[in-house]
């Protein structure tokens, strides 16, 4: 068995039940970063292992640790990596890949590898699953879906801490244009595309 399908089983055990981070979440995001891996001249073994330990450690939004789960599970896992034989130039790179993929750290990762691991991991922020898996999340934290007076944020600033359909605003439809591939901006329109038709439909039925 190679070290992806070992390192599959060794992440599934670990994964807690999470509104939005679960096993699925992480083989949706490996899905995706295969078919970005076939259009860029990346190293597959590396940007996979990323993929499948980039959530080992996934504070949830309400925490106040939540901005430090991509740090955490970067140092999480150097700890397993080495189980596995990676290499410390692999590993350094796996880490850094880990570290800075996630959005609220705001920085674009140095290395191709961390890109699509970025792009992968955003690209299922968007789109149907997007949608599904931020109304989880808004469900999981007791939040109400929009603000009456205003739900989609025309004349206020978004605040996802307190409505979910904000979330939309302070992110979601940002991503697009924060992607780093070619085929991830391809994809990430398409998925941009269903937000704003979904939020066009929301419009017509609730106001």
């Known amino acids: 068995m190679n070290v992806i ?4 089983q060794e992440v599934r055990d670990l994964m807690i039940n999470d509104a939005a981070h679960d096993f699925d979440h992480i083989m949706r995001v490996f899905k995706n970063a295969q078919n970005i891996c076939k259009k860029e001249n990346a190293n597959e073994k590396l940007v996979l292992s990323a993929v499948l330990l980039h959530d080992v450690i996934s504070y949830p939004k309400s925490d106040k640790r939540s901005k430090l789960s991509s740090i955490k599970s970067a140092e999480e896992s150097k700890k397993i990596l080495k189980k596995f034989n990676f290499t410390k130039e692999e590993i350094q790179i796996i880490f850094d890949a880990i570290r800075d993929h ?6 674009i990762p140095a290395t191709l590898e961390g890109k699509i691991l970025q792009d992968a991991d955003r690209l299922d922020a968007i789109g149907a699953i997007g949608i599904a898996r931020v109304f989880a999340v808004g469900g999981s934290e007791k939040r109400p879906f929009y603000n009456i007076q205003d739900p989609f944020c025309k004349s206020r600033t978004p605040n996802d801490e307190i409505w979910t359909l904000d979330h939309f605003y302070r992110k979601l439809l940002k991503l697009e244009s924060l992607m780093n591939t070619k085929s991830g901006k391809i994809e990430a329109k398409k998925r941009t595309r269903v937000l704003k038709d979904f939020l066009n439909e929301l419009k017509k039925e609730i106001q």
């Open 5 to 8: 399908n070992l390192l599959k």
């Open 102 to 107: 996630s959005f609220s750290r705001d920085v």
